[in-house]
Every structure is written in structure tokens, then in C-alpha cells.
């Protein structure tokens, strides 16, 4: 009798007082599906402005491959304010998000005034209404900073539609050219060109300056170029060879590798007091600094176990940390902007791929499928990494996400496209 | 003659309890895995039961001499006693197991209902991608019997608003729960009337 209560207590009591709870860890594979209405424009004004830029803001958007569009031809209406929207026309074709805007005016200097908003059709809510006014030459800027503002409202994360990426391409055996475009390729820029060979740019975190190692002059040597101005200038008097210089978060110092005597160590050199302060003194080779974002503490690459490994030294207690345990080569290690994952080249078996790992645990986790990949660099906003890979003997540029949902290459350029380096987001 | 007649008893007591022993353990196997719960005929288990502990079913079993000195039927009542005893023990046990299968039962439907709705949330949820961070929402469902979805509400957002919007769009995908039709009312109610469906953005929760 006694059991039986017992039996029955544990079904009363976890009928009153539990509830069931279900779990959901996996997330759908679907992307979401945005309508990019085209914008309408009040009377007397172009309709081409209203056309271009919802078709600049849509490549935006689907440039990383992280949303599904509407086909026009698909739409049941073209509205352009929230009095001609009516969410069941975007409900039923199975529309997440609708962004809808106008040209409302142009003023006799050319400026546009645009207005737009953006739709949860789910949640029958208006997530975003924005107005912004740029000039009418500026058509791809203004599309931009719609574009990051519904990113931003949809991802949760930091829109990099107006980031720049840095690359060295090599387009025949004895030409290297640093360039810098916009991360949809556009506006080319060639920062040096140079017979000799050039690697490892770095933005300074103001997008104003380049940190990159040139061979020019026979030896490794870092240089700091003005972008504004093109002005150069190499660091002077360290060692016999300098490389892999990469700007602390608050642009006052560089950590960089320095071999005194044919020894690579990892070093921080002061921008102005042009003072050298040694991280590291081992006989391994210590190479590839990168910061934390709290600046506190460096990841490098060293083989003093025998095979190249990733390691953190905090850069006051100069106290060292093992932090890759996994195969026989992990290297060019970075930091997510969070600062509580890295990212870094995995090798395995002859294939080189990009991997990332959270600092609190102990495995790692493959991202990309090709075989040669090197130089990974990330979005500001951490979601997406841009790395150089090789399809035969042509290096081009590869992209994924890191939901692993979208993998995409970059527009081909003429000639080997190497050493990606990811612009800070612009203040 | 008297001595006859108590060894006869004796036997017959035994015998009476083997009988009684072989007649429970001819029931279907009752102390049963989970695999082993969907394979029996759960009414027909119910009958068994019923007849088993049904006050007029003919207890055939036990048999009383009419002459009996007062010794003896002293000691064929301890014995009698010692059986029922027993009886009762094994009659205890058989409603244990039985309410045993019967909820094992109720978790099986308790759990299938749960994977597939489980699968439906996921195949509609976007979840925003979130590496380094780890985040829970928890969302409390409330439905009518016919599985149409009533209400939710989002009870413990998460820290990250875009996380808590993705789960929002998703609820709002969702009007109705079919699934609850194929369950009992009864469970419906314990169960599935209201819900908590709690959104991770990892498996591993630090």
C-alpha cells in the first residue's frame, strides 16, 4: 500500500508541480527569405534612383550568401509606404523579412532624401523605419548604410557592408601588388606594387594605415603605408629579419616577429617611442602574433613541441599557454572579436583547413572542405571568415560562414589573389 | 489418522502455493524494459488483471477441511495466513508493474510527441549564428486539445535580442501542434495543455 502511495505521489506531484520542457538545439538549414521591394520615388524624380538602390541593398544582403531573395516577378505588389503594405501579399509567398523604401525628394544640390522600413512578416511587426540622406553621385554609400542597418536588425550582428579587404596579388612570377577594395570587390585600389614579394597586411584600427612586410630590398623588412597620403616608411634597426606585423587594438603599438640571429622571436614594438620589448626568447621559431581584442594577451605559432602549435602569452605576466593539442600542424592563429574562440589553419593529413575552437574547451571544429587553405582573416562582426585557397595552381579568395550554412569564392581577379586581411569596421 | 490428515494438508498447501506461484508467473512478463512494453497487449494485460484480483472470481485455490481439530486448524490458518500474505506481497507487485507499463506507455507517447514537435520547431527556427555565446530562451506554450496554438509567451528571453526575435518569428510560423491529436486526453492535459520549449544556441551551455 505504502509503494503503491509512493507511486502515485511521484505522478501527482509531477503532474502539479514539472512542467514538460522540450528542448530545441538545431536550427533550421533554410535561410531567410527577404522581399527587396523596389523603391518607389515621389512624383518628378527619376524612378532609376528607387530601382538601384533596392538592387544595391539586395546584392548587399545576399552577397555572403546568408538570405534567400524574392524574385520581382513573384511579387504581388510594389509597395513603397507602410500605408500600401499588407502583410498576407508577403505571408503567402513565404516571405520572412519585406524591406520597402522610397525616394521622397531631391534637393537642387542633388541630395536624395530616402526613406525605407523593414517588415518581420511572421511577427506582422515593422522592425525598422529609417530615413537617410546622401547625394545622388553617392548612390552605393546610401545603399550601404540601409544594407548594415537591416543586417544589423536582422542578424543581431554588425552590418560590414561598407568594410574594405586588403590582398597582395600576384599576377605573374615577378609582379606583387597590395590592394585594397571593397568587400564586394568594387573600387580596386593598388596600394605597391614590387618585384619582390609582399605578404601579411594589417589594418591599423583606424583604417587609416597599412602594416605589411615587403622583400624590396632584399630581406624581410615591415612597412607602414598612409593610405591616404601613400606615404611609407619601414620600421628601422631590429633585427635581420622583421615580419608578420599585426596593430594592437588601440593603434599605439605592433606585435611582430624579429630574428636577431637567425631565431625568430615575437616582440612588441612601440609606434612612437620606437621602442622593441621581447615577448618570447626560445630556441623554437615563434611567428605569427596576433592580438586578443582586450589587448591583454598574444597568440602565436611555435614549434618548440616539434610541430608547429598555437600558443597565448599574456603580454604583462609574459606567462605562456598551449593551446592547440590537435595534429601535427595548427598555425596563423586569430582571435573572434569576442575573444573567446580562435580561428587558425588546421592540418591534417596533407590538407590544410580552416578551423575554429573555443578557448574554453577541447576540440576543434573544421569549417572549410578544400585542401590548401591559409591566411584566414574574419568580418569585424566575426560571423564570416575570408581565407586564400588554390584551385590547382591559381590562388583565389573563399569565404564561409560560420554556421557553415553559406561557403562562397570571391570574383576572380587577374592573377593569384593571396593573404586577405579584413578591414576594422569605420567608426 | 490425524497425523495422515495433516501431512495430506501440509501437501495440499504446498501444492496450493505452487499453484499460486506458477498462476502469477504465468502472467505475461510484467517486469518489463521499454522494448519489451510496446510488444504486450496492453487490454488484455487489464483483464488479466481484473480476473486476477476480482473479489468473485472462485478462489478454488485455497480448500478448508470441515473436521479439523482446533491444533490444526490453528496451523492450517497460519499457514493460510503466511499464503495470503505472500498473496497480497505478489498481488502489490503486479499493480506495481502494471502501473509501471502503463506509464512506461505514457512516457513512449510523452516522448514521441515531444521529438516531433522537437523536429518541427527546429525545421522552422533560424537560429543566428552565435559561435562563442551561449545562450537559452525559454518560451511557454499553451494549447487547446485540438493542438491549435493559443498562446505563447517568451518567459526567460536570452541576453541577445536577435536570438530572442529569431525564436519569435519561429513561434510565429507555428498555429498549430497536430501531434496532440494521436494522445489520450488525459496525457494531453498533463502533458501538452502547457509547455516550455527551451531554445539553446549551442549544446554545450557554459
Not at chain 1, 511579387?75 to 498576407?88: A, E, V
Not at chain 2, 512506461?104 to 537560429?127: T, Y
Not at chain 2, 506554450?141 to 530572442?164: K, V, Y
Request: net charge neutral; proline share 4%; with cysteine.
Amino acid at each position: 500500500m505504502i509503494r503503491f502511495l509512493f507511486v502515485a505521489l511521484i505522478l501527482v506531484s509531477n503532474s502539479i508541480f514539472s512542467i514538460l520542457e522540450i528542448e530545441i538545439l538545431k536550427g533550421s538549414d533554410n535561410l531567410s527569405k527577404i522581399a527587396f521591394v523596389p523603391f518607389g520615388v515621389d512624383d518628378g524624380i527619376e524612378e532609376s534612383y528607387g530601382r538601384q538602390i533596392s538592387r544595391n541593398i539586395e546584392k548587399n544582403m545576399l552577397l555572403f550568401g546568408e538570405f534567400e531573395n524574392l524574385p520581382k516577378s513573384e511579387m504581388l505588389s510594389y509597395p513603397s509606404s507602410g500605408n500600401d503594405f499588407y502583410y498576407r501579399d508577403w505571408k503567402v509567398l513565404g516571405v520572412d523579412y519585406s524591406v520597402i523604401g522610397k525616394v521622397n525628394s531631391v534637393n537642387s544640390l542633388g541630395n536624395l532624401n530616402i526613406s525605407y522600413s523593414l517588415f518581420n512578416i511572421n511577427r506582422r511587426i515593422k522592425l525598422l523605419e529609417g530615413e537617410i540622406v546622401g547625394s545622388e553621385d553617392n548612390i552605393e554609400g546610401i545603399s550601404k548604410i540601409i544594407s548594415n542597418r537591416i543586417y544589423e536588425e536582422i542578424t543581431g550582428l554588425k552590418g560590414i557592408f561598407d568594410t574594405k579587404l586588403a590582398y597582395v596579388i600576384n599576377s605573374d612570377a615577378d609582379t606583387y601588388q597590395m590592394c585594397i577594395s571593397d568587400i564586394d570587390g568594387k573600387n580596386e585600389q593598388i596600394l605597391f606594387s614590387s618585384k619582390a614579394p609582399i605578404m601579411s597586411p594589417d589594418w591599423s584600427p583606424d583604417r587609416k594605415k597599412m602594416a605589411y612586410v615587403s622583400f624590396e630590398n632584399g630581406l624581410a623588412e615591415i612597412f607602414i603605408q598612409d593610405l591616404q597620403s601613400g606615404e611609407r616608411n619601414s620600421i628601422q634597426a631590429l633585427g635581420m629579419t622583421n615580419s608578420a606585423p599585426v596593430w594592437s587594438p588601440d593603434g599605439k603599438s605592433l606585435a611582430l616577429v624579429v630574428s636577431f640571429s637567425g631565431n625568430p622571436d615575437i616582440f612588441l614594438y612601440s609606434i612612437n617611442s620606437k621602442r622593441l620589448i621581447r615577448l618570447t626568447n626560445h630556441y623554437g621559431i615563434d611567428t605569427e602574433p596576433s592580438w586578443s581584442p582586450d589587448s591583454k594577451k598574444i597568440i602565436f605559432t611555435s614549434d618548440r613541441s616539434g610541430s608547429p602549435q598555437l600558443y597565448e602569452i599574456n603580454t604583462q605576466s609574459k606567462r605562456k599557454k598551449r593551446l592547440t593539442r590537435d595534429g601535427n600542424y595548427n598555425a596563423r592563429g586569430r582571435y573572434f572579436p569576442d575573444g573567446k574562440s580562435i580561428f587558425f589553419v588546421h592540418g591534417n593529413n596533407g590538407n590544410f583547413q580552416i578551423a575554429t575552437k573555443k578557448l574554453s574547451s577541447r576540440y576543434i571544429e573544421t569549417l572549410t572542405s578544400t585542401s590548401l587553405d591559409e591566411s584566414p582573416t574574419i568580418s569585424p562582426n566575426g560571423n564570416i571568415i575570408i581565407y586564400a585557397t588554390k584551385d590547382g595552381s591559381n590562388g583565389y579568395l573563399g569565404g564561409i560562414t560560420l554556421d557553415g550554412k553559406s561557403r562562397f569564392s570571391l570574383p576572380v581577379k587577374n592573377g593569384s589573389v593571396r593573404e586577405p586581411a579584413w578591414s576594422p569596421l569605420l567608426n | 489418522m490425524n497425523k495422515a490428515l495433516t501431512s495430506l494438508n501440509t501437501f495440499f498447501l504446498v501444492l496450493l502455493f505452487l499453484s499460486l506461484i506458477f498462476s502469477i508467473f504465468s502472467i505475461p512478463k510484467l517486469n518489463i524494459d521499454k522494448t519489451q512494453s510496446i510488444r504486450v497487449n496492453f487490454y488484455e494485460l487489464i483483464q488479466e488483471e481484473d480476473i486476477l484480483f476480482d473479489s468473485s472470481f472462485p478462489k478454488t485455490t485455497v480448500k478448508k477441511e470441515t473436521k479439523k481439530t482446533s491444533a490444526t486448524d490453528e496451523k492450517i490458518k497460519a499457514a493460510e495466513a503466511a499464503i495470503v500474505s505472500k498473496f497480497k506481497i505478489n498481488k502489490l507487485d503486479i499493480k506495481n508493474e502494471i502501473s509501471k507499463i502503463k506509464l512506461s506507455k505514457e512516457r513512449e507517447d510523452i516522448l514521441r510527441v515531444s521529438a516531433i514537435i522537437q523536429a518541427r520547431i527546429s525545421s522552422i527556427w533560424i537560429k543566428p549564428n552565435s559561435l562563442s555565446e551561449s545562450l537559452i530562451a525559454k518560451v511557454s506554450i499553451n494549447l487547446a486539445p485540438s493542438g491549435e496554438l493559443l498562446n505563447f509567451d517568451l518567459i526567460e528571453p536570452s541576453i541577445n535580442s536577435s536570438f530572442n526575435n529569431s525564436i519569435l518569428t519561429a513561434m510565429n510560423k507555428m498555429t498549430f501542434f497536430e501531434e496532440v491529436l494521436s494522445l489520450d486526453r488525459k496525457l494531453f492535459e498533463q502533458n501538452f495543455r502547457n509547455f516550455n520549449l527551451v531554445f539553446k544556441s549551442s549544446g554545450e551551455i557554459e
